[in-house]
């Protein structure tokens, strides 16, 4: 199997996942357990997306500035301050300790 077949065959399964979803009863859906599921599961899938980027350097975990950057973001959204507060500050932080030179 060439990468072109594989990456057809993984674009034709997508696509028929999502035509089964449709055929779903809206009622499936609704359920407080399905409901509660579909909600934690975009928190874990962003957490750990949100993990890999900041963490991963190829296979080996690298902490750099962005750690702290993304700590100081979390702090600031559990104070709950606006978006482009967190962002501001977290690239702030992340600047300042690049310019220190404490972090790379």
């Not at 909600?39 to 690298?62: I, S, Y």
């Not at 993304?70 to 300790?97: D, E, K, M, P």
Request: hydrophobic fraction near 70%.
């Amino acid at each position: 199997m060439t990468l072109w077949n594989a990456v057809l065959l993984a674009a034709i399964v997508c696509v028929g996942l999502k035509a089964v979803g449709y055929l779903v009863p809206p009622s499936v859906l609704e359920a407080p357990r399905p409901a509660r599921i579909s909600d934690l599961l975009t928190v874990a899938l962003l957490a750990a997306l949100t993990a890999v980027q900041t963490l991963a350097a190829g296979t080996a975990v690298l902490v750099d500035a962005r750690v702290p950057a993304i700590l100081v973001a979390a702090g600031l959204l559990w104070l709950r301050q606006s978006f482009l507060v967190v962002v501001i500050a977290a690239a702030a932080v992340a600047a300042l300790l690049r310019l220190l030179g404490w972090a790379t």
